[in-house]
T-cell receptor, first 116, second 117 residues
């Protein structure tokens, strides 16, 4: 069974600085998708960035980028120029692309605090 | 369409009572998911539907939980004989079926918070 691990329960970053959130996963599959979701306080979860496992190039969305290391099964999220609005819970998620199951498996999350 | 809608947003009930939550997905989406989230944890998969068919159900889900999506549109999640351990946020999400050019990303509702006294 696939698992997703986020080992940092909480992180802090100074406004305008850069922070990296870690995520590791375990799978025997070769084709899958990885996601980072953001959950602001009392608001719904929204997609931040996605990565297809077959793509070697790391995904980037404005200030958000990932460092995808397939062999190491690592998928970290880098937030550049942090803003107060980035404060939230961040969840790493995995979804198989081949096994016939389309459920998403989430990590336990990292709470990001942004300091003014 | 403004997104995934869940009702009620909050429900307080006494142990042993039945509760039902409703989810209205984004209208073009044919997949609908239910997750449960407790404090300090990530969302835990409960079940998902492709149109009206329930394709997968978590083995962690007891038979007190049942979900339906009768016409492939809205869905209901019912919890019978609630227990204090059922207290959680119940999240609904919808998506397109994954395919070419579409990773089937999830769009979440704001959740229904259940408190069992």
């Amino acid at each position: 069974a696939q698992t997703v691990t986020q080992s940092q329960p909480e992180m802090s970053v100074q406004e305008a600085e850069t922070v990296t959130l870690s995520c590791t996963y375990d799978t025997s599959e070769s084709d899958y998708y990885l996601f980072w979701y953001k959950q602001p306080p009392s608001r719904q979860m929204i997609l931040v960035i996605r990565q297809e496992a077959y793509k070697q190039q790391n995904a980037t969305e404005n200030r958000f980028s990932v460092n995808f290391q397939k062999a190491a099964k690592s998928f970290s999220l880098k937030i550049s120029d942090s803003q107060l609005g980035d404060a939230a819970m961040y969840f790493c998620a995995y979804r198989s692309a081949t096994s016939g199951t389309y459920k998403y498996i989430f990590g336990t999350g990292t709470r990001l605090k942004v300091l003014a | 369409d403004t997104g995934v809608s869940q009702n009620p947003r909050h429900k307080i009930t006494k142990r042993g009572q039945n509760v039902t939550f409703r989810c209205d997905p984004i209208s073009e989406h044919n997949r609908l998911y239910w997750y449960r989230q407790t404090l300090g944890q990530g969302p835990e998969f409960l079940t998902y539907f492709q149109n009206e068919a329930q394709l997968e159900k978590s083995r962690l889900l007891s038979d007190r939980f049942s979900a339906e999506r009768p016409k492939g549109s809205f869905s209901t999640l019912e919890i019978q004989r609630t227990e204090q351990g059922d207290s959680a946020m119940y999240l609904c999400a919808s998506s397109f079926t994954p395919g070419t050019g579409n990773t089937g990303e999830l769009f979440f509702g704001e959740g229904s918070r259940l408190t069992v006294l």
